[in-house]
Nanobody, 114 residues
Framework: VQLQASGGGVVQPGGSLRLSCAAS????????MNWYRQAPGKQRELVAV???????NYADSVKGRFTISRDNAKNTVYLQMNSLKPEDTAVYYC?????????WGQGTQVTVSS
């Protein structure tokens, strides 16, 4: 049972990145999937949520710039991040609640810098 996040990197302000999180060992199609982020010295914050039915919700700070989506055939959730800002710099984590407890991916670093 694990979540494997990838896709982070260094990008200039205004740029884009797409994060991926591949799940294994869970019934992905019935799972609500979340993306969190944690910037240095700050608490981890919820960025985006997608339910099993495809409903989405976003933190105010990323609305209109980030899009969460899922591909149940690939057991993967995505976070498309556009118009990135320096304040988006953080380690991004995928997360879900499963029968065995809360699952976290290993995190992927996103750095927005010129």
């Amino acid at each position: 049972v694990q979540l494997q996040a990838s896709g982070g990197g260094v990008v200039q302000p205004g740029g884009s990145l797409r994060l991926s999180c591949a799940a294994s060992g869970i019934i992905f199609s019935i799972s609500t999937m979340n993306w969190y982020r944690q910037a240095p010295g700050k608490q981890r914050e919820l960025v985006a949520v997608i339910t099993s039915g495809g409903s989405t919700n976003y933190a105010d700070s990323v609305k209109g710039r980030f899009t969460i989506s899922r591909d149940n055939a690939k057991n993967t959730v995505y976070l498309q991040m556009n118009s990135l800002k320096p304040e988006d710099t953080a380690v991004y984590y995928c997360n879900t609640l499963w029968a065995t407890g809360v699952l976290w991916g290993q995190g992927t670093q996103v750095t927005v810098s010129s």
